[in-house]
């Protein structure tokens, strides 16, 4: 494999970027490490606030809704207009949401902070996902899950976190974590100057190079296709919501566990995840993503349809399957959707990581209001179904045939 160091001056041609992927992955993790925090620390907020389940999937719903609602817009924006500070800019952003968290008095602060991390989020994850895309060297799927493991294990590693800072030190030691925010705004920095020098460097030799037309699939065909991708991320989406948001109140009302043994359930639940992300774009990329796309949804189904039933072992065995099997999904439905609409990276990328996040703030707040109408148990008897939309993945053409369909 050919890669380049993290070096300003160095354009990217045909190589692999691996200085570059490494640490967009890096901040990916610190980003997903900040927002994870305030899923983990819900059984706290709820104890310090006396918060129901509706205020809770609240909290949740603005988070995901703020991270989810800019993102088409940063993506079009900068597909345009590549802006290379800006996500450094969006860590900022989480910096401020972090403080308030940890010193909000009122319910009002919670949801302020929510939506500050949102926004960080929101800025944060199209643009890097362009500018993994740009290091690639044409290794696509390796290039989005190297980007997207990063966030994965940021994602586990903090309940871990939460379970070790923030429950014995309290609500006020989420402080300590804007160190974090403060590592990746220097990298994101670093990684700007190269994403500049690369996009100044594919200008020219744009300008030098021959007229060339780039076809794609006819706009009829790709808003058939998008319906179709759309419709898999609910699946997935919303079941993963049911796990992240309410996994740890469903081990405790079913298995009495601790908030402290809880976390470390999610922990491995989310770990699974990390490893299941990682090994998606690799996959994709020798096997064809709609491969991928088939195993990682409609696979998951036995283990779901298994999970409300299972005692507490099992439980923890049937998540770890799910997580691995159902992660892969997203590193190819995203590479797949940007081969759709050449030179719209970011916009795609955007979109589907917005729609990602707005259906999990939405799954969280209707899943929270169904958790208090029949209780956590039932949440996951109906959630266990939403896999067989993986049978739509049928209706996805073959990559070999979007430039013709």
Not at 267 to 291: C, I, N, S
């Amino acid at each position: 494999m050919s890669t380049t160091s993290l070096n300003p001056t160095t354009p990217v041609g045909n190589q692999t970027a691996l200085a570059v992927l490494v640490s967009l992955s890096l901040c990916h993790f610190l980003n997903d490490t900040i927002q994870s925090l305030l899923p983990a620390i819900y059984p706290v907020l709820q104890e310090n606030y006396a918060l129901t389940f509706t205020q809770i999937g609240i909290i949740h719903f603005v988070f995901q809704v703020t991270a989810s609602l800019l993102q088409p817009a940063v993506g079009i924006y900068t597909d345009k207009r590549p802006l290379f500070r800006l996500s450094s800019f969006g860590m900022g952003a989480s910096l401020a949401g972090l403080v308030i968290l940890a010193f909000a008095t009122h319910y009002w602060a919670l949801l302020v902070a929510a939506m500050a991390i949102g926004i960080g989020s929101s800025i944060f994850h199209p643009d890097s996902a362009r500018v993994a895309r740009a290091a690639s060297g044409g290794r696509f799927g390796f290039a989005q899950s190297l980007f997207q493991v990063g966030g994965n294990v940021g994602s586990a590693v903090g309940p871990l976190l939460a379970a070790a800072i923030v429950l014995p030190f309290g609500q006020s030691s989420i402080a300590w974590f804007s160190a974090l925010a403060l590592v990746g705004i220097v990298v994101l920095w670093n990684v700007g100057t190269w994403a500049r020098a690369n996009h100044l460097a594919r200008t020219k030799a744009a300008a030098q190079a021959p007229l060339t037309e780039v076809s794609g699939p006819k706009r009829r065909t790709v808003i058939k296709i998008v319906a179709v991708l759309a419709m898999l991320i609910f699946s997935k989406y919303i079941y993963l919501s049911s796990l992240t948001s309410y996994y740890t109140f469903y081990l405790i009302e079913t298995f009495d566990l601790t908030v402290a043994q809880s976390q470390l359930m999610l922990f491995l639940f989310l770990a699974a995840v990390a490893g299941g992300t990682f090994f998606g774009g690799p996959v994709g990329d020798r096997f064809g993503r709609r491969v991928v796309i088939w195993v990682s949804i409609l696979g998951a189904l036995p283990f779901t349809l298994a999970l409300p039933y299972a005692n507490l072992f099992w439980t923890g065995v049937l998540t770890v399957i799910i997580g691995l099997i159902i992660a892969s999904a997203f590193s190819a439905i995203l590479v797949y959707a940007q081969g759709l609409v050449p030179g719209r990276v970011g916009m795609i990328s955007g979109l589907f990581f917005g729609f990602a996040f707005g259906l999990g703030g939405i799954g969280a707040a209707v899943l929270g209001m169904v958790a208090d109408w029949q209780g956590i148990a039932f949440v996951y008897h109906v959630c266990s179904f939403l896999p067989v939309l993986g049978l739509l993945t049928v209706f996805l053409p073959p990559e070999a045939r979007l430039r013709h369909a």
